[in-house]
């Protein structure tokens, strides 16, 4: 097992003030290496659950899980994330990626590759201090723009959000992570590199230089049948998307159809139940520690930089992060040694 990797926490950003200060601590004692939060559509700005959890620690890592430049301009992310790096003494990760959903709320999503290189450089550019401007398909800086306050680092990590081949060669050129959503499947981690390799040969750098992170809705509970159903319910909402992402799932005919189906109904318990084991463990982490330490090890050996175990985390969120920082974490620690 490589010794060279971290794990850490996603968070869905949907909880009281304090709860996220309350599993920031937990996750930091028990040692966890990273706590994300998601940026997804209708739920709370990320930065808000992310200066609590800057407050509340001294350790892990932070960042948001994605952001996007079309429902965000390049300044603010560059102002949120100079904030978050100051308020956690040098700890923040910037995600970025295209967004979802967004259409939703009236927002087109022109050009996103594009978009997001621009959007990189633009907050890249204010963060360093250049004065030089720039000028985009997308994004500009007029000469002279400049940030008005000091900042903690130039340049905090960028992690890009990305499954697909464009994508993971942006990655492969700008990015420190990119990061798989949605997936537990270890046969991914090498499609992935593949995928990065045209643009960290652009970018003149070593592909292994962009740590691939792959992370999925996790249940893990002492009860693991229970688990496995309630991931089951949770992974019948996006399998149809991240199944067709998936060059390496073998996925049995109609299945996806009859899945949507009973979605689209509202029989949640019907379509997981129609999930096989097999094709469950490529998409989400579930069962009881042992379990879900065990799937995790599959992709760490596979040669990811980092497993991101996300929300629900268990039956409850805090049981299953008390169980995911007490019994999980020392497993893949103590089987790396």
């Known amino acids: ?5 971290e794990i850490g926490l996603g968070l869905q950003s949907d909880k009281r003030p304090g709860a ?5 601590r937990i996750a930091e004692e028990h040692g966890i290496d990273v706590v994300s939060v998601f940026g997804d559509l209708m739920y709370q700005p990320p930065i808000f659950p992310l200066l609590e959890m800057a407050a509340a620690t001294s350790r892990v890592r932070l960042g948001p899980a994605c952001l996007n430049p079309f429902s965000m301009a390049p300044y603010e992310i560059a102002g949120q994330l100079a904030a978050l790096d100051l308020a956690s003494g040098g700890r923040a990760y910037l995600g970025l990626a295209r967004g979802t ?8 999503q022109p050009r996103p590759l594009t978009a997001l290189a621009e959007c990189a450089e633009v907050v890249y550019r204010l963060l360093g201090g250049s004065t030089s401007g720039f000028t985009g398909e997308v994004f500009s800086l007029a000469p002279g723009t400049a940030l008005r306050y000091p900042v903690q680092r ?3 990590p960028l992690l890009i959000g990305a499954w697909g081949a464009r994508g993971a060669a942006l990655a492969g050129r700008v990015a420190d992570e990119i990061k798989v959503g949605g997936s537990a499947n270890p046969a991914m981690v090498e499609v992935i590199r593949e995928r990065l390799r045209p643009g960290a040969e652009q970018a003149g750098r070593p592909v292994d230089d962009v740590g691939v992170v792959l992370g999925a809705v996790t249940v893990v509970d002492a009860d693991g049948r229970a688990a496995r159903a ?3 319910r949770e992974v019948a909402m996006y399998l149809a998307v991240v199944a067709e992402l998936d060059p390496t799932a073998h996925v049995p005919a109609g299945l996806l159809e009859r899945v949507r189906a009973e979605v689209a109904a509202g029989r949640d318990d019907a379509a997981g139940a129609l999930i096989p084991d097999d094709l469950l463990d490529l998409f989400a982490f579930s069962g009881t520690p042992e379990q879900v330490a065990a799937q ?7 040669g990811v930089r980092r497993v991101e175990f996300g929300t629900p985390h268990g039956l409850s969120d805090d049981g299953g992060v008390r169980l995911l920082a007490t019994e999980v974490v020392p497993m893949l620690r103590q089987a790396a040694r």
Not at 20 to 24: E, F, I, N, S, T
Not at 101 to 108: I, K
């Open 1 to 5: 097992m490589s010794r060279g990797f």
């Open 230 to 232: 309630r991931a089951r």
């Open 154 to 156: 130039a340049r905090p």
């Open 296 to 302: 995790a090890r599959r992709l760490i050996d596979a």
């Open 20 to 24: 996220y200060a309350r599993l920031a």
């Open 101 to 108: 959903w967004l259409g939703e709320v009236g927002l087109a």
